[in-house]
């Protein structure tokens, strides 16, 4: 895991968000969430936060909004003013817009709101999905239960975000894991976690020299990639947003490898 292409700084920003959502996520009334999630829904690649009914206080969605950008102007002072420009743009009426938004993975809404504003376009998107997700991965605990066995899918039964990053457990088991809500379930050593492939001739692995705790099983039947990460053999256990942001330099070599993530069923969700 030596061997991540993202920088310190930024490595300190993530982990000091990361800290910032679970907090939030361990103060949120489990009673505020509902969802459910069925084999029905799975079969038919409905994720579960399509189901969800969250009671969203919106002026702590605010302040949870205001801290991040706090973490983001410690560390990076160029972004002030603009952090600054765009929380003057935002009341109650523009959270709620901001929430409906990003859960639905609309890019397009944030990026005009950039440039209505005069904000870099990567900003508005970032800030709202990062003030999401604490309650993304609350709902996905209150459905963790149904995860048992999941269908192979290129994308998250519960929130959609495509499929890339499972672990080897103490038992040797394989695990997937969501980095967006943090949902979990096993799935089979020889097969494709997303298109389901089991034929050992079109099952491979690519591997990155000088280490041994990770590698890459890609499918030549659908070209995509999983990462696997074998845990057992880490004295500190990451979470899984910050295991998938330290193995990023496993998704450039499978990218270079011509691999790709699904994002199908993510435009099938957006559209």
């Given at each position: 895991?030596?061997?991540?292409?993202?920088?310190?700084?930024?490595?300190?920003?993530?982990?000091?968000?990361?800290?910032?959502?679970?907090?939030?996520?361990?103060?949120?009334?489990?009673?505020?969430i509902?969802?459910?999630?069925?084999?029905?829904?799975?079969?038919?690649?409905?994720p579960?936060?399509?189901?969800a009914?969250?009671?969203?206080?919106?002026?702590l969605?605010?302040?949870?909004?205001?801290?991040?950008?706090?973490?983001?102007?410690?560390?990076?002072?160029?972004?002030?003013?603009?952090?600054?420009?765009?929380?003057?743009?935002l009341?109650?009426?523009?959270?709620?817009?901001?929430?409906?938004?990003?859960?639905?993975?609309?890019?397009?809404?944030?990026?005009?709101?950039?440039?209505?504003?005069?904000?870099?376009?990567?900003?508005?998107?970032?800030i709202?999905?990062?003030?999401?997700?604490?309650?993304?991965?609350?709902?996905?605990?209150?459905?963790?239960?149904?995860?048992?066995?999941?269908?192979?899918?290129?994308?998250?039964?519960?929130?959609?975000?495509?499929?890339?990053?499972?672990?080897?457990?103490?038992?040797?088991?394989?695990?997937?894991?969501?980095?967006?809500?943090?949902?979990?379930?096993?799935?089979?050593?020889?097969?494709?976690?997303?298109?389901?492939?089991?034929?050992?001739?079109?099952?491979?692995?690519?591997?990155?020299?000088?280490?041994?705790?990770?590698?890459?099983?890609?499918c030549?039947?659908?070209?995509?990639?999983?990462?696997?990460?074998?845990?057992?053999?880490?004295?500190?256990?990451?979470s899984?947003?910050?295991?998938?942001?330290?193995?990023?330099?496993?998704?450039?070599?499978?990218?270079?490898?011509?691999?790709?993530?699904?994002?199908?069923?993510?435009?099938?969700?957006?559209?």
């Amino acid at each position: 895991m030596d061997k991540s292409v993202v920088t310190k700084n930024y490595m300190t920003i993530q982990r000091q968000i990361f800290a910032l959502q679970d907090k939030w996520k361990r103060m949120m009334d489990p009673n505020d969430i509902k969802i459910e999630l069925t084999r029905e829904m799975m079969a038919e690649g409905i994720p579960a936060i399509e189901s969800a009914e969250i009671a969203f206080d919106l002026p702590l969605y605010l302040q949870l909004i205001t801290e991040i950008s706090t973490i983001l102007i410690n560390y990076k002072p160029d972004l002030k003013f603009m952090l600054e420009k765009m929380s003057g743009q935002l009341d109650a009426d523009t959270a709620q817009k901001w929430i409906e938004h990003a859960l639905s993975w609309d890019y397009r809404y944030f990026n005009d709101f950039a440039k209505e504003h005069g904000i870099d376009d990567w900003i508005p998107y970032f800030i709202a999905e990062t003030a999401l997700r604490p309650y993304i991965q609350a709902a996905a605990e209150k459905v963790q239960h149904q995860l048992h066995p999941v269908i192979p899918d290129s994308a998250c039964p519960v929130c959609c975000e495509p499929i890339r990053l499972a672990t080897l457990e103490e038992d040797g088991k394989k695990v997937i894991r969501c980095p967006r809500c943090h949902a979990h379930w096993p799935a089979r050593r020889l097969e494709c976690s997303l298109c389901g492939c089991s034929d050992h001739t079109k099952l491979d692995y690519l591997t990155i020299e000088g280490n041994a705790i990770s590698q890459i099983q890609v499918c030549n039947e659908c070209r995509g990639y999983i990462k696997i990460v074998d845990i057992k053999q880490l004295i500190e256990k990451p979470s899984t947003s910050l295991l998938d942001l330290l193995s990023l330099h496993l998704d450039l070599v499978a990218q270079e490898n011509g691999y790709y993530p699904d994002s199908a069923k993510i435009e099938q969700y957006i559209n």
